[in-house]
């Protein structure tokens, strides 16, 4: 099977954006985040994953490969404890969500792979539940008037 050539890109060639270079007092998260932002995206770590995600970096081209990495392993860790990288997903804002409700769909389904999520995790599983779309949600929407079926006029 072939690589997606987007892989071998970076976010900045993507999103065609250069931010520059990290200014000489720059903390950490800056400057890695820049750094990171030059790096093709099919050569980022989960730890990078959950850098990039946890600030909102790269969503459109990232949370879809964060979502095949968290199929195989709902609690892939990075630099701090098993499931960091499925909280920095879990805190992606509600817009983004809203925008690419078939992605919080796959959330969902990761979702249901742990009956029990560990300790930190309850309270963005909680959070991202209630704000994100779900198919159910979207099929009720869609199908109900104020709890009442529409139905089409017979000619």
């Known amino acids: 099977m072939k690589r997606p050539a987007y892989l071998n890109r970076s976010l900045e060639e993507l999103d065609g954006q250069r931010w520059g270079d990290p200014p000489a007092d720059s903390t950490y998260l800056i400057t890695t985040v820049l750094q990171l932002r030059r790096k093709p995206v099919g050569e980022v770590s989960t730890e990078d994953f959950?850098?990039?995600?946890?600030?909102?970096v790269g969503l459109p081209w990232l949370v879809p490969l964060a979502l095949q990495q968290l199929r195989r392993d709902p609690l892939a860790q990075g630099d701090f404890y098993p499931g960091d990288l499925l909280g920095a997903v879990l805190r992606v804002n509600a817009e983004f969500w809203a925008a690419n409700p078939a992605?919080?769909?796959?959330?969902h389904a990761v979702l249901d792979l742990l009956p029990d999520p560990p300790r930190p995790l309850p309270a963005d599983v909680e959070r991202f539940r209630a704000q994100a779309p779900t198919d159910q949600r979207s099929q009720r929407?869609?199908?109900?008037?104020?709890?009442?079926r529409r139905r089409g006029r017979r000619g």
Do not use: K, P
């Open 50 to 56: 959950r850098i990039l995600i946890g600030q909102q």
């Open 103 to 107: 992605l919080a769909h796959q959330v």
């Open 141 to 148: 929407r869609g199908a109900t008037d104020g709890g009442r």
